[in-house]
């Protein structure tokens, strides 16, 4: 789980996940623009999931508290980000791909 405050005005990009997590906006406003859902205003309290492949442009309208949940094993910082971050579109879809083959042959 990992907590965000972030200060009224200030605008941030963050990464792509590479799995659906859900996401509580706890307190404030924000403007979020994603590749999916074109310019959304969100306001607090909300909960919602992120999708696979989510990368997201946002300015907070008010300060503003959002969590974020993540499932993984990992217990340092570098672990935990290759288990939920793509760094690049590519290495996204290359994640899908074998999610999708291993899921095949596991059958």
């Given at each position: 789980m990992r907590e965000m405050f972030i200060p009224k005005?200030?605008?941030?990009?963050?990464k792509?996940?590479?799995?659906?997590?859900p996401n509580f906006l706890m307190r404030g406003e924000v403007l979020v623009?994603?590749?999916?859902?074109?310019?959304?205003?969100?306001k607090a309290p909300m909960a919602m999931i992120s999708h696979p492949g989510t990368?997201?442009?946002v300015i907070a309208l008010e300060d503003t508290w959002w969590i974020v949940v993540h499932?993984?094993?990992a217990t340092n910082p570098r672990e935990l980000e290759e288990d939920v971050i793509?760094?690049?579109?590519?290495?996204?879809?290359?994640?899908?791909?074998?999610?999708?083959?291993?899921?095949?042959?596991c059958g």
């Amino acid at each position: 789980m990992r907590e965000m405050f972030i200060p009224k005005g200030y605008m941030f990009t963050g990464k792509i996940h590479k799995h659906a997590h859900p996401n509580f906006l706890m307190r404030g406003e924000v403007l979020v623009v994603t590749e999916h859902g074109g310019v959304e205003y969100l306001k607090a309290p909300m909960a919602m999931i992120s999708h696979p492949g989510t990368k997201r442009a946002v300015i907070a309208l008010e300060d503003t508290w959002w969590i974020v949940v993540h499932v993984t094993d990992a217990t340092n910082p570098r672990e935990l980000e290759e288990d939920v971050i793509a760094t690049s579109y590519e290495e996204f879809e290359h994640y899908r791909a074998q999610r999708k083959e291993h899921a095949v042959w596991c059958g």
